[in-house]
């Protein structure tokens, strides 16, 4: 609901964030943790040392329309991730950190040998208004709260993501129904098509049957679909992990598969198998006789919370989410050979390791091989799970991240 701010000549401005946060809080209720809480709790009470603020933080900044909690946190502190500092550091204006707008300026105040933020300036600084206090003109403005605070990242990273890759076992991809036929001897499908697919009279080679295709109330109507299940290795052991299937669009299910009876050429009963009706909804590339049909998972309501897990936590990059792509950079996505058996959750961030160079040791007479350490090159964070590997978002770096690059938990 559009909050009214009317005729106001002075407002505290405490009060007026704490009115703010309360209506966005309603509005969405955004992931805050015990463990983030805490960490809040504590700047609060201490400030942060001087040492911890980025080298270039400025002494005030006024949020504008596209920031992201992340981005702001790495402005004023030498970790983005570290973002309940930040929070901590006004908790007392800003009650919630996943509710800050478009216009609100913060002020660091550095006084006492540690750092705190303030909403407004202090009384006696230069330019500085009374404290807590802003002057606003007679008028009536309505807005949004709900859609006009910033979010903790960029949602645009990553969404085009989640509609996409998917990490099958192999069991689960054989057995996915699949396309078997289409209209008119069709070898490519694009959105608007018809085609007919089959579930359980598919068969699943060694595997078994799988399920079959049913518009019965209660059954999914809306699928993805997916091709070319290529297995995801880990780095070090080869082990097979999972399997990615390739998207490339959806379809929704317009007739159940069955079974009908009829006679052969020879007069004998037979049974017949009817595929399932499908339409084509949507196409990312067009569609062919074998792409497989995985039901549409429900929608819901994806906060990222950037966040260092709470145990240590190694592992490699699998692979480099695109065709052909043998490096990463900002904003990409990449396989980790890390998942939800790990302890890893969505919003963890990792820092990512550049392998140390091997070379000779010309010091040496011996001329001996040595390995550089492993050097810090940049940050990912987790948004999606699975068992046994994650997709992750490359937030930061250095150099291009590569497949069998390294990461660990950020200090």
């Known amino acids: 609901m559009p909050t009214i701010f009317a005729r106001f000549s002075h407002i505290s401005i405490a009060a007026a964030t704490l009115l703010i ?6 509005a969405q209720n955004l992931p805050i943790t015990p463990d983030q809480q805490a960490t809040a709790a504590q700047v609060a009470r201490t400030g942060v040392p001087l040492a911890d603020l980025a080298p270039n933080a400025p002494d005030s900044y006024t949020v504008r329309p596209g920031d992201t909690l992340w981005a702001i946190s790495g402005m004023f502190l030498k970790g983005p991730w570290r973002w309940p500092e930040l929070w901590g550091m006004n908790l007392e204006d800003i009650r919630n950190p996943h509710r800050i707008y478009p216009g609100q300026q913060l002020y660091l105040d550095k006084s006492d040998g540690r750092a705190t933020l303030r909403t407004s300036r202090r009384a006696g600084d230069a330019g500085g208004a009374p404290a807590n206090t802003v002057r606003v003109s007679p008028r009536t403005r309505y807005e949004s709260l709900a859609d006009a605070s910033i979010p903790t990242l960029a949602p645009q990273a990553i969404e085009p993501f989640l509609a996409e890759p998917l990490i099958v076992d192999e069991l689960t991809f054989s057995r996915a129904p699949r396309i078997v036929a289409t209209q008119e001897g069709r070898v490519l499908l694009s959105h608007g098509d018809r085609a007919y697919a089959l579930g359980a009279y598919a068969g699943g080679g060694d595997d078994g049957p799988g399920q079959p295709l049913s518009d019965a109330k209660g059954e999914p109507l809306n699928y993805r679909v997916f091709r070319n299940a290529t297995p995801l290795k880990d780095p070090t052991t080869q082990e097979i992990l999972g399997y990615e299937a390739q998207y490339v669009g959806k379809a929704e299910l317009v007739r159940s598969e069955s079974t009908a009876q009829s006679t052969d050429k020879d007069g004998k009963p037979q049974i017949d198998i009817v595929p399932a009706t499908i339409d084509i909804v949507a196409a990312k590339e067009e569609m062919r006789v074998g792409d497989r049909l995985i039901p549409e998972p429900p929608r819901e309501l994806r906060n990222y919370v950037p966040r260092a897990p709470s145990s240590p936590i190694t592992g490699q990059i699998v692979s480099v989410y695109g065709n052909a792509v043998a490096w990463a950079s900002e904003n990409q996505i990449v396989v980790i050979n890390r998942g939800a058996r790990d302890g890893l959750e969505r919003g963890h961030v990792m820092a990512i390791l550049k392998d140390g160079e091997r070379l000779t040791d010309k010091t040496d007479s011996a ?37 069998g690059d390294h990461f660990t938990n950020p200090n």
């Open 367 to 403: 001329r001996p091989d040595i390995k550089l350490p492993n050097e810090r090159n940049g940050l990912l964070m987790v948004f999606r799970t699975f068992d046994r590997l994650s997709y992750a978002l490359v937030m930061q770096v250095t150099d291009g991240v590569k497949i």
């Open 21 to 26: 946060a309360s209506a966005g809080v309603q």
